[in-house]
């Protein structure tokens, strides 16, 4: 016997789904939305770390043009001739260039959606970050030694304010490395640490015309741009820079003034000039 099926025995297969087909169009149908939505979110990061980084180049650059890049153009151009640098001075910025270059060339990696080989050359950083480090270290202390001051009232206030850059930098990259299965924390703390690398950049650029305080509007026109960002995007702000701009404001120049200072610093220094051959 032959039953025609009514209303009701037709949905049946319908409940037994779960859901209508049109409630189930409408649930893909906000899934690829969420998807676009996440793509042009990640696009629009990847356009702003890369542009970041670009700019942190660009300082470094021209911060540092008079003293060490525009040397091989002196031969060719009228420029006013660059001070004479010692071999270790050399080695620190030809290192300090690569990692910039390097930092460049992985953010544009992430960009281009080249994840994996990021992440192949990332590993890169367990040597380039000690090796700044080291170098700087040596650098500040070579400049020591050479009676170095610039507009510091001594060798030891100098060093304090110098030395202090690379070591901050190393602390924000390492972090950044230890929280690499996290990009969101992982790309703000690199970002970070570019920032407090190419500081010294800052201090050597056009802004220095206005004196201290003209340093201080660049660098912190770099710190709070990834904070502004992320409220413009998102209406939030990352914990990466909830707790890693307030460590890079506590170990700015008041703290190392208030270091260089004290009678231990000066000791140490002095001691290190003389130990150090």
């Known amino acids: ?134 170098l700087g270290t040596v650098a500040v202390i070579y400049a020591a030694k050479a009676g170095h001051k610039s507009q510091w009232p001594d060798i030891e206030t100098a060093a304090a304010i110098n030395i202090f850059d690379g070591y901050v930098y190393a602390i924000l990259a390492a972090v950044a490395l230890l929280l690499r299965a996290k990009p969101q924390a992982h790309k703000r703390l690199m970002f970070y640490s570019l920032v407090c690398l190419i500081a010294p950049a800052i201090a050597r650029s056009p802004a220095i015309r206005f004196g201290p305080a003209g340093v201080t509007i660049v660098v912190f026109a770099f710190l709070l741009a990834g904070p502004v960002y992320d409220w413009i995007t998102s209406r939030r702000i990352h914990p990466a820079y909830l707790w890693s701009l307030p460590f890079i404001i506590a170990t700015m120049p008041p703290t190392r003034l208030a270091v260089a200072h004290t009678q231990a610093w000066h000791h140490f220094v002095d001691w290190i000039i003389v130990t150090v051959n």
């Not at 016997?1 to 025995?9: I, Y």
């Not at 356009?47 to 911060?63: D, E, K, Q, Y």
């Not at 060339?105 to 992440?119: D, G, I, P």
């Open 1 to 134: 016997m032959t039953m025609t099926p009514t209303s009701a025995s037709q949905a049946v297969p319908e409940a037994l789904f779960g859901r209508s087909p049109d409630s189930r169009s409408a649930a893909i149908l906000k899934g690829e939305q969420l998807k676009d939505s996440i793509q042009v979110g990640q696009r629009r990061d990847h356009r702003f770390f890369l542009t970041m980084a670009i700019l942190g180049a660009i300082t470094v650059f021209v911060g540092y043009f008079p003293s060490y890049y525009q040397k091989p153009m002196e031969s060719v151009l009228p420029l006013t001739p660059s001070p004479v640098l010692a071999n270790i001075i050399h080695i620190h910025a030809a290192v300090m260039s690569t990692y910039i270059l390097f930092f460049v060339m992985q953010t544009a990696l992430v960009s281009v959606n080249r994840k994996a080989l990021h992440m192949t050359l990332g590993w890169a950083s367990v040597i380039l970050i000690p090796t700044m480090v080291t």
